[in-house]
């Protein structure tokens, strides 16, 4: 089934919707929160909210491209159930190095004023990830959306992992540098 009538089915209220989804979308989003969480019942768990996220935001949110949609959700709240899990610890994994890494280039949005700016600057980023060459692209959206880790990278595109490295290296000091030319940074 197309994914909008799979999103047709969301804005009809019908719960085939859901069944759908998990069949089309369930071991793409499973692969992102397992690499997350890299735990099965809590990889589990996220999936569940996940359908449950997308079965109460559709509508009104309409996805024009339901997969990243579904990958969004499935990333936040993988994410957040990672935090809370290893809020008193502070091991150096690596979902928490490729969060340490992008902490240099992306200010914190801490107060509420700081994160009204949050569009602002996700939408400075995705100009800046526009105009990445592909593989650089490619690369950033694998380390840093899926949380690969560097030689999973390195795997996937078929380079070494010292490649992967500095080409990230560089990635991150151009977005700094980037986003202190559009003022993100006050």
């Not at 089934?1 to 793409?28: C, H, K, W």
Request: hydrophobic content about 35%.
């Amino acid at each position: 089934m197309l994914e909008q009538e799979i999103v047709q089915l969301y804005l009809a209220r019908d719960e085939r919707a859901i069944q759908l989804t998990q069949e089309q979308y369930g071991n793409y989003c499973k692969t992102i929160a397992y690499r997350i969480l890299q735990n099965e019942e809590e990889t589990s768990e996220c999936l569940n909210d996940t359908w449950y996220r997308a079965w109460q935001t559709i509508p009104p949110e309409i996805p024009q491209h339901l997969g990243g949609y579904l990958a969004k959700i499935t990333r936040n709240l993988a994410l957040n159930r990672y935090r809370y899990a290893h809020q008193k610890k502070r091991e150096a994994d690596r979902v928490t190095l490729c969060l340490h890494e992008l902490e240099e280039c992306i200010p914190a949005h801490e107060t509420p004023e700081q994160c009204l700016e949050h569009q602002y600057i996700a939408e400075l980023i995705n100009t800046y990830l526009r105009n990445l060459p592909k593989t650089e692209r490619m690369m950033f959206v694998r380390r840093y959306f899926y949380m690969e880790s560097v030689s999973e990278v390195a795997a996937g595109m078929k380079c070494s992992e010292a490649k992967v490295k500095t080409t990230m290296f560089r990635c991150r000091k151009k977005l700094k540098q980037y986003l202190i030319s559009e003022e993100a940074f006050v």
